[in-house]
């Protein structure tokens, strides 16, 4: 199972995540996040990266110019929108865009049409909880019966479509749900499931998610 490994504060952390093989490694750069890190210290990151392709920049722009200014300073290619409609994405053709959606406990009519007119533009779509409103960086975890069905609303729009299953991912569930996201899911990301602290990664556990990771076929 391939993973993306969010929300990296530290250069140490870069090192562990790219000698387990991450599949992609995010840098968080929304003000109100508590791992926020300014443009250029991302820059730096990326710079030091064996492959910096892997680097993913989580924003939440105002504009479709905004964005492609943030790519420039930042050197990534891939970018992870908290905002946008799916008309200004259509325009950011040369970016690799990774939609957040915030999944509800029930999906209504309104969230489908929501996950329908993000899978026609957007390379990847990335399911997260939503709490009242407010998605990402909930800690909470989509049931998996909701997930399959969010998924399936995108893959019916777009058969390309590659998704990302988050919230809450932790070595525990991989190890329980596993096999059954694998069929669902073509990655998974994984944030507060390997830290101590916001931002602060636990080299141990970020070990023991991937061997669960490694064992799922």
Avoid at 96 to 103: D, E, M, P, S
Avoid at 129 to 143: A, C, D, E, F, L
Wanted: glycine fraction near 6%; hydrophobic fraction near 40%; charge should be neutral.
């Amino acid at each position: 199972m391939e993973f993306k490994i969010c929300g990296i504060t530290r250069p140490e952390d870069i090192q562990v995540c790219e000698n387990e093989n991450s599949a992609f490694i995010g840098f968080i750069n929304v003000k109100r996040s508590k791992r926020f890190l300014d443009i250029e210290k991302i820059r730096k990151f990326v710079d030091s990266m064996k492959k910096n392709e892997e680097a993913v920049l989580v924003i939440e722009p105002e504009s479709a110019e905004e964005v492609i200014d943030l790519v420039e300073k930042s050197g990534v290619k891939n970018v992870q929108l908290h905002s946008l409609k799916a008309e200004d994405i259509a325009d950011l053709k040369e970016i690799n865009v990774i939609r957040a959606i915030g999944i509800p406990e029930k999906i209504d009519a309104s969230k489908k049409e929501e996950i329908k007119s993000f899978a026609k533009v957007c390379k990847y779509l990335m399911f997260d909880s939503m709490i009242r409103g407010k998605s990402g960086g909930t800690g909470k975890q989509i049931p998996l019966e909701v997930a399959a069905e969010a998924a399936e609303i995108a893959k019916k729009s777009n058969k390309n479509i590659k998704l990302f299953l988050a919230g809450g991912i932790n070595a525990q569930r991989i190890k329980i749900e596993g096999n059954l996201i694998k069929d669902i899911f073509d990655y998974v990301d994984i944030n507060s499931g390997v830290e101590d602290s916001p931002g602060i990664k636990n080299r141990d556990k970020i070990v023991e998610f991937v061997e669960n990771c490694k064992v799922i076929k």
